[in-house]
């Protein structure tokens, strides 16, 4: 039985391998295997694993790494992620992988396609627009052809051949994933004393870059090994972390909401990894990339960055407190985020009429102070056991 | 030629913008009279032929920003907006559009906005479009149309991209216009239109093009915000525009006959001692401002990429009225800010050498991360390419709080001053090399 300081130190070396040795090591375990990094938020992860291929997804390098050469591609005013990212790769800490895909997430994620061509002409960037449409029929055609251009590249260069079945085993190795993450995000709901914010972030971002299936067996064997800690439950308020998606605040941040009287339930941290609406499903067509086209179109986690067609964002929010028995929430926007600084008043809108407490406060992914975020959060969090607001 | 006889010739094409712009908001006004649904969209990838032959009324929010911000108003309404929740973070464009609704929606001419019956959203070359319209949806409930426009990220318009479009054109776009219209898409109605817009967009790309002498006739950036105006809006696919735009090229036409250069707010320009190309939207709080640091210097904009976000017609874009709705599609898949990184570079430095332009500038606005986002990139791209450094200045489109006059004069007078150096260096050396030249046997 593997013991829980033993998982959460592997865990922690882990996440401090910037360089992605581990990503190193699992490429030389096989022939032909590719890795591909992934920006934040939509990877086809699926795809990828069918063509032989590891995503490994790049949130920029946090606090891990000092920013310095990145700083001199932008403007203060732009967010940190891209500057963090570029350092990585200036540093060869990317050099594992074969290639970048750049989802359509925002401006600065899509401009940095572009630097990111002419910096590193040897790597492959490809730039993937997830339609962002209320018409299903011509958006879901256009992505099974991204989708499907992607997967035949990647194929020719891993050697292995682009077959349904292939992909109808990666679409099952991704989702026996995506329970996991459903089995962790349940305990973590029921016992969030045994299993706090900062490990339980370690482990989501291990998935970040592990083959589906061996994540999958870890993140339970952190469960089994969590629950069995019992502790006891302290007197903090249960909220859900709201802005977080892309460039990640430090796991100091997170541990200084938590122990300032907060017990964090939910989050959109580590958007990608995680289920985002019903699996795909085959249909009598035997169409694999048509039903991935089509679960994405049908995704139901709200996010900043997609297209609210039905004008449910305020309401999904009030719904996801509800289901995690959240007593308010914290918004937590990178500096510079316009998506996620956008969505906020017509999110808090919403909270208002349903009376949910919020507060909101800005971070970079590389603060190294956290002193008025614990007092924001512990006044929060004091007024909403006295008064039940904020 | 004196400074007043200047302005009077200036008139012809100003005075005709002006009527077209005070004509558009009057019809504006008696739009809900008259029963003509009122469609808000947005500048960049817009389909205004596709909303004539509807015969709807178009509003663009990007406008009334710009034209708030002209008139001293934007800051007002970007307080009202932070006031509401809005971060400071955030841009400015948007802040000051919600700012003014809030304020009871009357325009820069000081009539009221009349509401949306359909917000058409198509963002082309930037995300944030996307959540002001869901801002704007949360006002007024109101139909909204989506038309996704797939960004060029690899540099290739492909034909997938096209189809997808055209789809949503077909299965989206016009059945909500015709929803919202009660009428039928009338597609020679949209061919003429089309033709139309194609007669205008040759003038306009001749006036920009014209640039090419020496001395520019035109400033192709201060100037070019006012070409661009009527074909970038509600007029392109209009007669009015038609004649706009041929008045327009005939009054340039003679002052490059003249050998004159461009005409500035302080009169005509009378030394054209440098050459610039810009890349960035301007500063449109102090506009003026900021066109006189340029112009006291003697410094012309012989291009600019802001004149190709609503349509790369210099560089060769025509709707064409033969593949109506797959010309609607390339126009929005090629406007300047949906192109890739490397390809804007590349822009920039073909615009350097086609234009023979002695330096350039990026004006970088804090609100526009589509614009913004790495620009100092592209500084170094384009010096790379051209073997011409390039200078740097940064300030916001509608907040002034971001506008630093000193700081922007400095640096462009640093800027010129060290061109000036470099020419001076280059010519020392080609008369050095000239002489050595002549005393070779
Ligand atoms: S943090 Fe926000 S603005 Fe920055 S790259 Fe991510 S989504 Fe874009
Ligand atoms: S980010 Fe730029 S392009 Fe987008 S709405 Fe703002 S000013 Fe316009």
């Known amino acids: 039985m593997t013991t829980i300081d033993a998982i959460v130190s592997d865990l922690e070396a882990r996440f401090d391998d910037v360089a992605l040795g581990h990503v190193r090591a699992w490429k030389q375990a096989g022939s032909g295997r590719l890795a591909i990094g992934c920006l934040p938020v939509f990877a086809p992860?699926?795809?990828?694993?069918?063509?032989?291929?590891?995503?490994?997804?790049?949130?920029?390098?946090?606090?891990?790494?000092?920013?310095?050469?990145?700083?001199?591609?932008?403007?203060?005013?732009?967010?940190?992620?891209?500057?963090?990212?570029?350092?990585?790769g200036l540093l060869g800490h990317l050099d594992a992988l074969d290639g970048m895909i750049f989802p359509n997430t925002c401006d600065v994620i899509r401009n940095l396609s572009g630097v990111w061509q002419t910096t590193f002409p040897q790597h492959v960037a490809r730039f993937i627009d997830p339609p962002q449409t209320a018409e299903p029929a011509s958006a879901a055609a256009y992505l099974r052809h991204e989708l499907t251009a992607l997967h035949h590249d990647l194929c020719a260069r891993s050697g292995v051949a682009p077959t349904a079945e292939r992909l109808i085993a990666a679409i099952a190795d991704v989702d026996a994933a995506h329970a996991a993450a459903d089995e962790l995000a349940a305990a973590r709901r029921a016992e969030p004393w045994n299993l706090p914010v900062d490990e339980v972030y370690l482990l989501r971002r291990a998935a970040d870059s592990m083959p589906p299936a061996a994540w999958a067996a870890l993140a339970r064997a952190y469960v089994a090994a969590a629950r069995r800690r019992g502790r006891k439950p302290e007197d903090r308020i249960r909220v859900c972390l709201v802005g977080a998606f892309c460039e990640q605040p430090p796991r100091a941040l997170l541990r200084a909401a938590e122990r300032a009287g907060c017990y964090i339930v939910d989050d959109d941290l580590t958007q990608g990894v995680e289920r985002c609406g019903p699996p795909p499903e085959v249909g009598d067509d035997g169409d694999p990339m048509a039903a991935l086209a089509l679960a994405w179109l049908r995704a139901t986690r709200p996010s900043a960055v997609r297209y609210d067609q039905h004008a449910r964002a305020g309401h999904e929010l009030v719904a996801r407190v509800r289901a995690c028995g959240a007593d308010g929430v914290l918004f937590a926007a990178p500096s510079f985020c316009d998506p996620a600084l956008l969505d906020q008043p017509r999110l808090t809108r919403v909270l208002d009429q349903h009376a949910i407490p919020y507060t909101a406060f800005k971070y970079a992914e590389n603060t190294g102070q956290f002193q008025a975020i614990r007092e924001q959060a512990g006044t929060f969090a004091d007024s909403v056991k006295l008064w039940g607001t904020a | 030629?004196?400074?007043?006889?200047?302005?009077?010739?200036?008139?012809?094409?100003?005075?005709?913008?002006?009527?077209?712009?005070?004509?558009?908001?009057?019809?504006?006004?008696?739009?809900?009279?008259?029963?003509?649904?009122?469609?808000?969209?947005?500048?960049?990838?817009?389909l205004v032929e596709l909303l004539s032959a509807f015969d709807v009324a178009p509003v663009y929010p990007e406008v009334n920003a710009l034209q708030s911000a002209m008139r001293q108003r934007s800051g007002g309404f970007i307080r009202e907006a932070e006031?509401?929740?809005?971060?400071?973070?955030?841009?400015?464009?948007?802040?000051?559009?919600?700012?003014?609704?809030?304020?009871?929606?009357?325009?820069?001419t000081g009539d009221a906005i009349p509401p949306p019956d359909l917000l058409l959203l198509s963002f082309t070359g930037c995300f944030t479009f996307m959540q002001w319209f869901e801002l704007l949806r949360e006002q007024y409930r109101c139909e909204v149309a989506m038309l996704h426009v797939p960004y060029v990220g690899d540099g290739v318009v492909t034909d997938a991209m096209r189809s997808y479009v055209v789809e949503q054109l077909q299965r989206e776009v016009?059945?909500?216009?015709?929803?919202?219209?009660?009428?039928?898409?009338?597609?020679?109605?949209?061919?003429?239109?089309?033709?139309?817009?194609?007669?205008?967009?040759?003038?306009l790309a001749w006036v920009f093009r014209s640039?090419?002498?020496?001395?520019?006739?035109?400033?192709?950036?201060?100037?070019?915000?006012?070409?661009?105006?009527?074909?970038?809006?509600?007029?392109?696919?209009?007669?009015?525009?038609?004649?706009?735009?041929?008045?327009?090229?005939?009054?340039?036409?003679?002052?490059?006959?003249?050998?004159?250069?461009?005409?500035?707010?302080?009169?005509?320009?009378?030394?054209?001692?440098?050459?610039?190309?810009?890349e960035g939207p301007p500063n449109w709080?102090?506009?003026?401002?900021?066109?006189?640091?340029?112009?006291?210097?003697?410094?012309?904009?012989?291009?600019?990429?802001?004149?190709?976000?609503?349509?790369?017609?210099?560089?060769?874009?025509?709707?064409?009225?033969?593949?109506?709705?797959?010309?609607?599609?390339?126009?929005?898949?090629?406007?300047?800010?949906?192109?890739?990184?490397?390809?804007?570079?590349?822009?920039?430095?073909?615009?350097?050498?086609e234009y023979e332009a002695d330096g350039f500038v990026i004006h970088s606005v804090k609100s526009c991360n589509s614009f913004s986002a790495g620009q100092l990139h592209m500084l170094r791209e384009v010096e790379r390419l051209t073997g011409i450094p390039g200078g740097f200045i940064e300030s916001d489109l509608v907040d002034a709080r971001y506008y630093g006059h000193a700081n922007i004069k400095n640096r462009i007078e640093s800027y010129l001053q060290m061109l000036a150096a470099r020419r001076a260096g280059a010519a020392s050396a080609a008369a050095a090399a000239a002489a050595a030249a002549e005393v070779r046997p």
């Not at chain 2, 030629?1 to 504006?28: H, N, P």
């Not at chain 2, 971060?87 to 400015?92: I, N």
Request: proline share 6%; charged share 25%; aromatic share 10%.
């Open chain 1, 45 to 88: 992860r699926e795809v990828l694993w069918a063509a032989g291929a590891l995503p490994v997804f790049v949130r920029g390098a946090g606090d891990r790494l000092e920013t310095i050469r990145g700083d001199a591609f932008y403007q203060s005013y732009i967010c940190h992620l891209p500057r963090s990212t570029l350092e990585l």
């Open chain 2, 83 to 108: 006031r509401a929740g809005h971060s400071e973070d955030v841009c400015s464009y948007v802040k000051c559009d919600l700012g003014m609704l809030m304020k009871g929606n009357v325009g820069p």
């Open chain 2, 285 to 353: 709080t102090s506009f003026r401002d900021f066109w006189k640091v340029f112009h006291d210097e003697g410094a012309v904009a012989v291009a600019s990429t802001y004149t190709q976000v609503g349509g790369t017609y210099e560089r060769g874009f025509r709707h064409d009225p033969a593949r109506p709705l797959e010309s609607l599609a390339d126009y929005c898949l090629s406007c300047y800010t949906n192109l890739p990184l490397p390809q804007r570079s590349q822009i920039l430095a073909d615009m350097v050498r």
């Open chain 2, 174 to 203: 016009i059945p909500k216009l015709e929803q919202v219209t009660g009428r039928r898409l009338d597609l020679d109605r949209l061919r003429e239109l089309l033709a139309c817009s194609r007669r205008a967009e040759d003038d």
């Open chain 2, 211 to 278: 640039a090419r002498h020496r001395p520019s006739p035109i400033d192709a950036y201060f100037g070019g915000v006012y070409y661009i105006g009527p074909i970038f809006t509600s007029f392109r696919g209009s007669e009015d525009a038609c004649r706009y735009y041929a008045t327009l090229r005939g009054e340039v036409e003679e002052r490059l006959a003249a050998g004159q250069g461009p005409i500035t707010p302080d009169g005509p320009l009378g030394d054209e001692r440098f050459r610039l190309v810009i």
């Open chain 2, 1 to 46: 030629m004196s400074k007043q006889d200047a302005a009077i010739k200036k008139e012809a094409s100003m005075e005709a913008q002006k009527g077209l712009l005070a004509g558009y908001f009057a019809r504006l006004g008696r739009a809900r009279d008259e029963g003509r649904p009122v469609v808000y969209t947005f500048v960049p990838g817009n």
